[in-house]
């Protein structure tokens, strides 16, 4: 991640358009930035967030005194390395020119996302050994990228014919999984807030991303439950509690199938490895 004041872009980035390679995810956390993409200029002020998709131009004009920007790079072979899905990249960079790369945050949203960029930088500065270094970065770009891409459901224009009705489907699902995964995690819910069948709902989810609706339910949820135990002071009975397991048995299964120890082991891992 890459930390950005003044003096910084000043120096850095006031130069000609450029073309990137990779993707790029972008937070305005303070003050303004003038920049223009594919030549359309744009301004943002706090709480704003853009991304830049590949082969995209973009150059920055002008900035605050007060400016506070914070970015993210990486690349496809990184998310194949990481063996995170690559539709998600790719759903970004459709997604994006459909919303024209810029979303703006309410404060609370801002914030989230201010944590995960903090949380990779972390991770990012680590010691290459660092006992689950590399899961908690895969976990928390998981986590990102599905709340940028339920950010970007909800700003769609529903009129846009233009837009595949089945990638339209996906992030409408992936929107509301995003709000609600904590306390329901039922894949029929999810198919009746959709108005259509489960069967129907599997069958897209599938088509789309590869994998099945309570797939991705499952990875939402045990990227949270890893997060809260890494980057918190909570205790494993409060992470239950917020993701609203009711018995500790259960968690405990979950949390072991899906990471292969329990969350009391994976704790004391943890505890061990900071001495």
């Not at 270094?133 to 459901?153: G, P, W």
Request: include cysteine; glycine fraction near 2%; aromatic fraction near 12%.
């Amino acid at each position: 991640m890459l930390k950005s004041f003044k003096t910084e872009i000043d120096t850095y980035l006031l130069q000609q358009p450029v073309r990137f390679d990779y993707l790029g995810v972008c937070l305005i956390r303070k003050g303004t930035l003038k920049f223009s993409l594919n030549f359309v200029e744009h301004t943002l002020s706090q709480d704003s967030i853009y991304f830049l998709s590949p082969m995209i131009v973009m150059q920055i004009l002008d900035c605050s005194e007060d400016i506070e920007m914070y970015t993210l790079f990486t690349d496809f072979d990184f998310f194949q390395k990481m063996s995170l899905p690559i539709y998600k990249a790719y759903s970004m960079e459709k997604l994006g020119r459909e919303c024209e790369t810029i979303l703006l945050l309410s404060s609370r949203e801002s914030n989230r996302f201010y944590e995960y960029f903090h949380n990779l930088e972390n991770q990012n500065t680590a010691q290459e050994d660092l006992m689950f270094r590399m899961e908690i970065i895969k976990m928390t770009l998981m986590l990102l990228f599905y709340e940028i891409s339920a950010k970007i459901s909800g700003s769609l224009d529903k009129t846009n014919t233009g837009f595949e009705h089945k990638n339209r489907m996906v992030m409408e699902f992936l929107n509301l999984v995003s709000i609600n995964f904590k306390t329901i995690r039922s894949v029929q819910y999810y198919a009746d807030q959709l108005f259509i069948s489960r069967k129907h709902l599997s069958r897209i989810v599938k088509e789309v991303t590869g994998k099945t609706p309570k797939s991705i339910l499952d990875e939402i949820v045990i990227s949270e439950a890893v997060i809260l135990l890494n980057v918190s002071s909570l205790s494993i009975k409060d992470v239950m509690g917020k993701l609203n397991f009711s018995d500790f048995a259960t968690f405990s299964r979950f949390f072991k199938n899906m990471v292969g120890k329990s969350p009391l082991l994976y704790r004391k891992q943890l505890d061990k490895n900071e001495f």
